[in-house]
């Protein structure tokens, strides 16, 4: 079974630029969950979409969001990029159920000059 | 906001020692707590998914217990190998993932 993949790998952006990240999940997982992993804050939680809805949301300016399709892949935005939203992206996928394992993508390095 | 402790935040050992971390997290309604591995360089790992009081799982030389009444997980290592270095992170589970900063743990051979 594939894994979670994410695309881009690296990415490096100026500010004010927006971003779209992409993200596959394993087959048959319905729910993916985005995070933000930066070395001052740890692993953030950004949002999770289930069945092309949002479930749930981490504290997290307006200027991040996501969506997720039929086929459960999701995408993750930024507008306005600042300095301090360079870090690591990670994705997340689960069956659906709260107690599920979550398997991590290899993340989106996202550089903001 | 609810916060996840981890101690010790870094830790080296010898190949063979054994050795255990910590993971704290506010004792209220939750689902379940994860135990990750994240090595450098690739993706976090999942190691255990505990949701009950006294639940104890085992994966070859690593295991973990969980309080729910006092707020705490152990993770043990025994007999530590060089390939067991890499970051811990445990994570209290709400309707969302919240994570302790990390064990880092380097096993010198």
């Known amino acids: 079974k594939a894994g979670v993949t994410q695309t881009p790998r690296y990415l490096i952006k100026t500010r004010g630029q927006q971003v779209t990240l992409s993200c596959s999940p394993i087959s048959g997982h319905?729910?993916?969950?985005?995070?933000?992993?930066?070395?001052?804050?740890?692993?953030?939680?950004?949002?999770?979409?289930?069945?092309?809805?949002?479930?749930?949301?981490?504290?997290?300016?307006?200027?991040?969001?996501?969506?997720?399709?039929?086929?459960?892949?999701?995408?993750?935005?930024?507008?306005?990029?600042?300095?301090?939203?360079?870090?690591?992206?990670?994705?997340?996928?689960?069956?659906?159920?709260?107690?599920?394992?979550?398997?991590?993508?290899?993340?989106?390095?996202?550089?903001?000059? | 906001i609810l916060n996840v402790e981890q101690s010790p935040q870094s830790l080296h050992v010898q190949e063979g020692d054994s050795t255990n971390f910590t993971c704290s997290f506010p004792s209220s309604n939750f689902y379940a707590l994860h135990w990750y591995r994240w090595e450098t360089a690739k993706s976090p790992e999942a190691l255990f998914v505990m949701t009950l009081n006294g639940d104890e799982k085992k994966k070859g030389r690593i295991s973990a217990t969980l309080n729910t009444k006092e707020g705490y997980s152990y993770l043990y290592i025994k007999g530590s190998q060089p390939e067991d270095s890499a970051t811990y992170l445990c994570a209290f589970d709400t309707d969302k993932l919240i994570f302790g900063t990390g064990t880092r743990l380097q096993v010198f051979p």
């Open chain 1, 30 to 113: 319905r729910s993916v969950s985005w995070y933000q992993q930066t070395p001052g804050q740890g692993l953030q939680f950004l949002f999770e979409y289930f069945s092309e809805t949002q479930r749930n949301k981490g504290n997290f300016p307006g200027r991040f969001s996501g969506r997720q399709f039929s086929n459960s892949r999701s995408e993750m935005n930024v507008s306005t990029l600042e300095l301090g939203d360079s870090a690591l992206y990670l994705c997340a996928s689960s069956l659906d159920s709260r107690t599920d394992t979550q398997y991590f993508g290899p993340g989106t390095r996202l550089t903001v000059l």
